[in-house]
Nanobody, 122 residues
């Protein structure tokens, strides 16, 4: 599977953005999907994940209650709805795919899309 993320941009604090990640190939439903982010000078970190079975979701504590991950297997797309954005959410956001049932670590994911930049101004 190949991944392409888009939807980033500049938004004021308190605003919202929705990121999308489109997957090529016919096996999208076989993959668990995740979103990660990397702020300038920091390591890439887990944001959210959704399983391939039952669509269970998992979130980092820093985004819980503000971000929502979802997927549409008919469109081969995973989404990240981001609300109540804060300046500390500024980062390059990456989508990734895993064959594991539940995955929240970078090393669990073997396919990555290019990043999309989200900038939140104060």
């Amino acid at each position: 599977v190949q991944l392409q993320a888009f939807g980033g941009g500049l938004v004021q604090a308190g605003g919202s953005l929705r990121l999308s990640c489109a997957a090529s190939g016919r096996t999208f439903s076989s993959y668990g999907m995740g979103w990660f982010r990397q702020a300038p000078g920091k390591e890439r970190e887990f944001v959210a994940a959704i399983t391939r079975v039952d669509f269970n979701t998992y979130y980092a504590e820093s985004v819980k209650g503000r971000f929502t991950i979802s997927r549409d297997n008919t469109k081969n797309t995973v989404y990240l709805q981001m609300n109540s954005l804060k300046p500390e959410d500024t980062a390059v956001y990456y989508c990734a795919a895993t064959r594991l049932l539940v995955a929240r670590s970078l090393s669990d994911y073997d396919t990555w899309g290019q990043g999309t930049l989200v900038t939140v101004s104060s």
